[in-house]
């Protein structure tokens, strides 16, 4: 029978070209699509998927296309596909896509090159592809219309190429998408023209073939996956680097100390670990509850609405903990295009510590731990203002300031807590003070006002016993005065006023007394303050004149000097004793221009005498402790030019109880300029013995209480020098 040779046509069928045309278009836009990402400035791990995503896709393109494009050529004559063959051309796709993607992203890459790569992968997936073709015959391509067709897929590749990579608009990437489209479709619609078939039915096929329907579906599963994958790539792919930025964005929410709560219509939408920890719950637990339920405070509406304009201070409830204190702001912001109210807690517990610490520093005494001056003004006031009887005690130790510095201010100190730990035993229900020193207040109200009297009488008693200090017993008693409100004053200044009146009356009356107020001891504190003020002019008004007392031998009388003695006479009062009024002197530093006038007026005396003697000048404590007393001696011997030698002054031991160290450095200037120094009333303190061990005094007086308790004895050589 003869060989009849099998139909074959040369140009694509109409619905052929439609198809490639539709996959070139689809391909090419989401190739374009992930070409903008190869030239986006984004890490390299996003570089490299949208780079295999365009190369893959691509291929796929270029791929389908050609089975398309075969599919369509209506020949007879085509059998089957040799699967190995096809499965090279497919392979080929995907190598010079990859090819063409890798030149256009990498550094020094152009348009030009990948669009050669990309254009002569087109012509290499379908001359693969025509050598997979099995019929009885063989299938061959016309070069030269193959050579154009390739020039047109290179051509049009490159220009999609810079097309992509220079305009970025909307109407980049679709002129990108046609000219892909273009390209491709074109290089088949040409290719198919140019493909032949020479029958032999020599040729005939054999062995494993592909059917055109089983390429067809195989190629439409291909592409179908190829779409699908790339176009859900961005979404997915948005979707992960959202939740990445959210885990970031959570991730750098909980590293900070502040809270941070997101609400909505007053809910928790979302809420930090630092903003949890405030109130000792997870976050989860805190979500759609309203925040106003974790502030501790009157109205926390008005709160969280005051904070939108100023930071406002509240506290937080804390599940089974003590609350914490916090400064919350706020503001509106769009958050996934809805509005939300985004609230920061600033913690302020470390800073409410502080300042509750700075308060207590600020209105305590350190040492004893009661409140201090500053606390009792304030509570003093506020007790007044609420009415009701108010007593006003004043407790001051008695020789403590001896004790202290005989036993050192270590012993002081413990001697100070020991009668603040005693007070507040004595009277639990009073507030008690330490104004300084060794000067303590108490304030009581309601039945410790009405019983003052008791309040007092047990306080004395608590505090006039003995303590033991580093193994010592020590004796330091106190005095009491106490005054009650409204009876006694009405306003905090005369209170207290009146109050210290009656410890005043307390000490005079023999120490380690209680004392109320009495009217007459008003009447004493006026009078006391008169003398104050007169005591300020008393010397400008020539008021004060030198009483001399004689010095005699003891041995045989003869009369070696005298000592000069203090006398006020005043307009209305007339002679004033000492007593009365050099203790008012030392007590406002009156004593030292008193003391300077009787210093220069003695040496100036001194010098008229007939009979050169000793002068003796008293010294106070309190000069010591205002001015230079050695350079004041000093510039009144020589402004009178009386002689050092003549010159005695006599001190007494409250000048070394002050400051041992200081006073002895004082006492040597002294004796460096020539004048002898006495010791008054010696054997009243605690350690007059070690001061004379300590310096050399030329002279040492001791009081006629003294004299007459103990017999006379011989005085050592060492104390009659």
Request: charged content about 20%; aromatic content about 6%; glycine content about 8%.
């Amino acid at each position: 029978m003869p060989f009849s040779a099998p139909a074959f046509a040369h140009e694509l069928a109409p619905f052929a070209f439609a198809a490639v045309a539709s996959l070139c278009l689809i391909g090419g836009a989401l190739a374009v699509y992930y070409l903008g990402r190869l030239t986006d400035p984004q890490d390299r791990a996003s570089r490299t998927s949208a780079a295999v995503i365009a190369a893959v896709t691509v291929a796929a393109t270029i791929w389908c296309a050609h089975v398309v494009a075969i599919l369509g050529v209506d020949g007879s004559a085509l059998v089957g596909y040799d699967p190995r063959m096809t499965a090279a051309a497919a392979v080929v796709a995907l190598v010079t896509a990859a090819l063409a993607m890798t030149l256009y992203g990498a550094n020094g890459g152009s348009a030009a090159s990948a669009g050669v790569a990309l254009g002569a992968g087109v012509a290499a997936v379908h001359y693969v592809g025509v050598a997979a073709m099995r019929g009885p015959g063989r299938f061959a391509l016309e070069n030269g219309e193959l050579a154009i067709g390739v020039a047109l897929s290179v051509g049009a590749a490159a220009g999609a190429f810079w097309i992509a990579a220079k305009i970025e608009r909307r109407a980049g990437f679709a002129l990108a998408t046609a000219l892909f489209a273009a390209g491709v479709t074109g290089f088949h619609v040409i290719a198919a023209d140019a493909l032949s078939f020479a029958a032999n039915p020599r040729l005939a096929p054999s062995g494993l073939m592909v059917g055109q329907e089983a390429l067809e579906l195989v190629a439409a599963l291909v592409f179908a996956a190829v779409v699908i994958g790339a176009s859900v790539g961005p979404a997915l792919r948005a979707r992960l680097s959202s939740g990445r930025s959210a885990a970031r964005e959570r991730a750098f929410a909980d590293l900070t100390r502040e809270g941070i709560v997101i609400c909505e219509d007053a809910r928790i939408v979302d809420v930090n670990l630092a903003a949890a920890r405030f109130v000792g719950l997870d976050p989860s637990v805190m979500r759609a509850r309203a925040l106003r339920d974790f502030l501790d405070a009157p109205d926390p509406d008005r709160i969280l609405s005051a904070s939108l304009a100023k930071p406002q201070e509240v506290a937080v409830k804390a599940m089974g903990g003590e609350a914490s204190w916090v400064e919350i702001s706020s503001r509106d912001v769009a958050i996934e295009n809805r509005q939300r109210r985004v609230f920061t807690l600033r913690d302020l517990s470390e800073q409410k510590r502080n300042e509750h610490q700075i308060r207590h520093l600020a209105y305590h005494d350190p040492l004893t731990g009661l409140a201090n001056r500053a606390a009792f003004g304030e509570a003093l006031s506020s007790a007044l203002k609420r009415g009701g009887e108010v007593a006003l005690f004043c407790v001051d130790l008695d020789k403590f300031k001896e004790v202290n510095d005989v036993f050192g201010h270590s012993a002081g100190d413990d001697i100070l807590r020991t009668a603040a730990r005693r007070l507040t035993a004595a009277a639990p229900d009073c507030m008690a003070f330490r104004l300084g020193g060794d000067e303590f207040v108490m304030i009581g109200t309601g039945a410790d006002a009405g019983d003052a009297d008791k309040v007092a009488l047990r306080v004395t008693e608590r505090l006039n016993t003995d303590t033991v200090v580093a193994g010592r017993t020590i004796r330091c008693g106190a005095s009491v005065g106490y005054a009650v409100y409204p009876h006694h004053g009405g306003d905090v200044d005369t209170l207290f006023s009146n109050a210290d009146a009656a410890l005043y009356r307390a000490k005079a009356d023999g120490r380690g007394l209680a004392r109320g107020f009495e009217p007459e001891m008003d009447l004493a504190l006026r009078e006391r303050r008169a003398l104050q003020q007169d005591l300020t002019t008393a010397i400008t008004r020539g008021e004060m004149f030198l009483h001399w007392m004689p010095q005699a031998n003891a041995k045989t009388g003869e009369i070696v000097g005298f000592e000069a003695l203090i006398r006020w006479k005043h307009p209305t009062r007339g002679v004033v004793p000492p007593v009365q009024f050099v203790p008012v002197a030392e007590e406002t530093a009156a004593i030292v221009p008193i003391g300077e006038w009787v210093l220069r007026t003695a040496c100036r005396e001194g010098m008229k005498w007939a009979k050169p003697g000793k002068v003796a000048v008293n010294l106070s404590p309190v000069q010591f402790q205002h001015g230079d007393i050695v350079e004041l001696v000093h510039s009144i011997l020589i402004e009178t030019g009386l002689p050092a030698a003549r010159l005695e002054l006599e001190i007494t031991e409250g000048v070394l109880l002050d400051n041992l160290t200081g006073a002895l450095n004082t006492l040597r200037r002294l004796k460096a300029l020539g004048v002898q120094i006495a010791m008054d009333d010696f054997g009243t303190g605690y350690s007059s013995l070690s001061y004379l061990q300590a310096f050399p005094f030329d002279r040492i007086k001791t009081p006629r209480s003294s004299a007459r308790s103990r017999p006379a004895r011989r005085p050592r050589p060492s104390c009659a020098r």
